[in-house]
């Protein structure tokens, strides 16, 4: 059978061949619609370009890598799925590694995908500096999820001062006043740091003090925040509600107040964040702010490709959402 030419993508993408050049280059803008045109013909005839050396750029390999933390992790593999589902219906195929939380690894895992002729990147809770990336990557099309936004990269990302601020605000409305708060990695990445300026903003603006004996390193870890929980409790300091910074680390409060026979939520509320798909069926349901991360995870395909054709707008992200459910209940007097 005759290999497809950029004459039958051009003819049933109904664009010129010029425009089909252009996409394959990725040597200029090409409208939206035209670039998903040409997508569409590329997978439908399994169209594969020839190696270019016009204006220093290689043809598209038509593959996107896709670099995580890790794998066995409900948050990344939410993501993941988005990011696959949209994959099933493009003209791309992925590559997908984890870095294991290494940022030697990390970068060794970003080497080796430009060796592979990626046409972009994704980078999903990168590990490393702006500045690191784009010395790796140079001109190569890159997209952050979830990350730094005080840089230029692109970035796709939930308001998690506005989501601290809801998790904080429900317990405050419940009637808690003596709330625990259990932050995630502070060091690494503006996500946990976020969280906790919500929380803190949300105490200040209901007249409560901010009371540093109550915020505890919860780790995003099921085990940092259960010891955290522990010695809070060792410690004898009083508390009625707990805003842990992920779901892992709701499940290690929750399991530390059981062992003490501390009633959840009768005695002690408990909200989480990330609304993982394991939180609506343990004991109890864990009330929690929901992550979009399925649908971030899609809109993050989609805006690489359009970054690609350099068509990209700034992407719609949907807000974080409050999950009522069982942890979270009003103060008991």
Not at 79 to 94: D, E, M, P, T, V
Not at 258 to 276: C, K, M, T, Y
Request: hydrophobic share 40%; charged share 20%.
């Amino acid at each position: 059978m005759k290999k497809p030419t950029v004459y039958d993508v051009a003819r049933l993408a109904g664009v010129s061949v010029s425009t089909v050049s252009r996409f394959n280059n990725q040597t200029g803008y090409i409208a939206k619609e035209k670039a998903q045109a040409i997508e569409q013909a590329i997978s439908e005839l399994s169209f594969s370009a020839k190696t270019t050396k016009h204006h220093g750029n290689k043809a598209r390999s038509m593959k996107i890598g896709v670099v995580v933390p890790t794998f066995d992790n409900s948050y990344f593999a939410s993501i993941l799925n988005g990011i696959n589902h949209c994959a099933q219906n493009s003209a791309y195929s992925l590559r997908i590694e984890s870095s294991r939380f290494s940022k030697v690894r990390e970068q060794k895992v970003i080497k080796q995908m430009l060796n592979l002729g990626v046409d972009a990147l994704v980078l999903v809770v990168s590990l490393l500096s702006e500045d690191e990336i784009k010395r790796l990557v140079g001109t190569l099309p890159i997209l952050i999820v979830a990350g730094s936004d005080k840089g230029s990269l692109p970035i796709l990302k939930i308001d998690n001062v506005i989501a601290g601020r809801i998790a904080t605000n429900h317990l405050i409305q419940l009637g808690h006043t003596k709330i625990v708060h259990a932050h995630g990695r502070l060091n690494e990445g503006p996500d946990a740091k976020d969280r906790l300026e919500g929380y803190k903003q949300s105490l200040l603006e209901a007249g409560l003090q901010v009371d540093s004996r109550l915020i505890v390193d919860g780790g995003y870890y099921t085990k940092t925040a259960y010891n955290a929980v522990l010695q809070l409790i060792k410690d004898d300091i009083a508390f009625s509600a707990v805003f842990a910074a992920n779901d892992l680390s709701a499940y290690g409060v929750i399991q530390a107040l059981r062992e003490h026979d501390i009633a959840v939520p009768q005695q002690v509320s408990v909200i989480g964040f990330d609304d993982l798909y394991t939180s609506e069926i343990v004991t109890p349901a864990l009330t929690t702010v929901r992550q979009p991360l399925y649908e971030i995870g899609k809109i993050a395909l989609s805006h690489i490709c359009d970054i690609m054709s350099s068509n990209a707008d700034k992407p719609f992200v949907p807000p974080a959402e409050l999950i009522v459910r069982d942890s979270a209940s009003k103060v008991m007097n």
